[in-house]
């Protein structure tokens, strides 16, 4: 289940709501708890099992951590060493079994046949934020849970369970004991949620149906291939961050608060600076969990150079189970290298030339993510930099054009804190009155696009 369908927005949604309020404080967790099994198991029903085995690896280990930690500090040690090791065996198992076969085969020869096990939906989320508490137990910056239903809430809580944002438990183990909700608190998540409801139905599916059109084209203009090449950027950005922003929404209406996940990342004027402001809880994740323990930049600028390429390589990795996501990710620890040894004071005294730059290196970077092989990446790349033998632009490209000007126009000013900052100095009367009535218009819009069109892609479902 995806939130921008009307199955989620006017049937489980205001159930879940409904019975979470007329129930009592202390058996709210319990209704969260059996909501967000419902909410998982809609399309997957088996692979609950594995969300609660999941659940109770980290649930246990964690207790024993806690148990040992000062007492016996090696036993601590090795538990949690042997629950990373579990955590990651089935991440490889389920997320990346078929790619290691296949690569076993073509590199020997040998025909070993592909386990062909589906995917299960948001196994890299849950498994990264469920894993993070006992290392947090360990380190001594979380308290340990005893409560298997607030822990089992914790990880799959279903606002951020299938894509993020990635929560750590001390980031909201407090509120898993005791949340304040508000009228202004869930108003406030109503309105963040069509926010992001928004970006996901009337941009990013428009903006979408765009790059599908290049995506499939043979025979890409100059034009043709920058035009597909920056749908699909601004595609990914407003489903990406619409979903967060509908999770921090849900996660408000439910009495949580979130961290946030994106500020505006196409605004940055470095490669640094973008990952900085995009999908900020993965980067979190990875700094605390990998780039740190590695030893960070405290022992000199070569061993720093390395962390990052070991980082950017995992990450690139993260987010699927192909080959050509080890390339993303050591095509941005090139850049991420580049501008730390060389280029980072020169992009900061040139901020015009560091935006232009890092809008290029997003947008051929994006290629890579999304391209599956490295040919086509390869006709893409050619056609973006004028070699593609297809000339500069044609007829259908001036159509294409044109038919999506306004919708670019509304991404670009979108994608800046622009508008937020023009309503922002609207007097608080005139706000107050405005801001409903915006807030409904958009959701009547959404719900006649849900009802209406057959495009509602999500794309991080795959990982």
């Known amino acids: 289940m995806v939130f921008s369908t009307v199955v989620f927005l006017f049937f489980y949604l205001p159930i879940v709501l409904a019975v979470y309020y007329l129930s009592p404080v202390k058996y709210r967790n319990v209704w969260l708890f059996i909501a967000n099994l419902v909410f998982y198991g809609w399309g997957e029903p088996v692979y609950i099992l594995l969300m609660l085995f999941s659940i109770c690896l980290n649930y246990t280990s964690g207790r024993i951590i806690a148990g040992c930690r000062t007492e016996d500090p090696k036993k601590a040690k090795a538990v949690l060493a042997v629950n990373t090791a579990v955590n990651l065996l089935l991440l490889v198992v389920f997320k990346y079994a078929d790619l290691l076969a296949a690569t076993f085969n073509r590199l020997t020869g040998a025909g070993l046949p592909l386990p062909g096990l589906s995917l299960p939906i948001g196994i890299s989320f849950y498994t990264f934020q469920s894993m993070s508490y006992p290392i947090d137990v360990y380190r001594g910056d979380a308290r340990p849970q005893y409560d298997f239903i607030k822990f089992g809430t914790f990880v799959s809580l279903f606002p951020q369970l299938i894509a ?5 438990y001390k980031d909201i183990s407090d509120q898993l004991d005791a949340r304040h909700e508000s009228i202004g608190q869930f108003s406030s998540g109503v309105r963040r949620f069509v926010i992001g409801l928004c970006k996901k139905v009337l941009i990013a599916n428009n903006i979408g149906a765009l790059w599908d059109h290049y995506a499939a084209a043979s025979g890409l203009t100059f034009v043709g291939a920058w035009l597909g090449a920056l749908a699909f950027s601004l595609q990914l950005y407003f489903d990406f961050s619409g979903y967060s922003d509908m999770a921090i929404g849900l996660g408000r209406m439910l009495g949580f608060e979130f961290l946030e996940n994106f500020n505006y990342p196409y605004i940055a004027k470095s490669v640094t600076e973008f990952w900085r402001r995009w999908h900020i809880s993965l980067g979190t994740w990875f700094r605390d969990y990998l780039y740190i323990p590695l030893g960070g930049n405290r022992r000199g600028l070569p061993r720093q150079l390395v962390n990052i390429l070991i980082v950017w390589a ?27 040894v060389f280029l980072i004071r020169f992009l900061q005294k040139t901020p015009v030339f560091g935006h232009f730059y890092t809008v290029l290196v997003a947008a051929f970077g994006w290629m890579i993510f999304q391209l599956d092989d490295l040919a086509s990446l390869g006709a893409y790349w050619r056609s973006m930099l004028g070699f593609g033998g297809n000339g500069f632009i044609d007829a259908a490209d001036i159509y294409w054009g044109r038919s999506y000007l306004a919708v670019f126009m509304i991404a670009v000013l979108a994608a800046t804190p622009l508008g937020k900052a023009c309503y922002a100095k609207f007097s608080e009367p005139l706000r107050s009155v405005l801001t409903p009535a915006l807030v409904g218009a958009a959701l009547i819009l959404c719900t006649a696009y849900l009802v209406d069109a057959t495009y509602n892609p999500f794309l991080y479902f795959r990982f």
Do not use: D
């Open 164 to 168: 993020g944002p990635i929560v750590r």
């Open 314 to 340: 995992l990450t690139g990795l993260w987010h699927g189970a192909n080959w050509t996501f080890l390339l993303w990710g050591l095509y941005y620890a090139f850049f991420l290298i580049l501008e730390k």
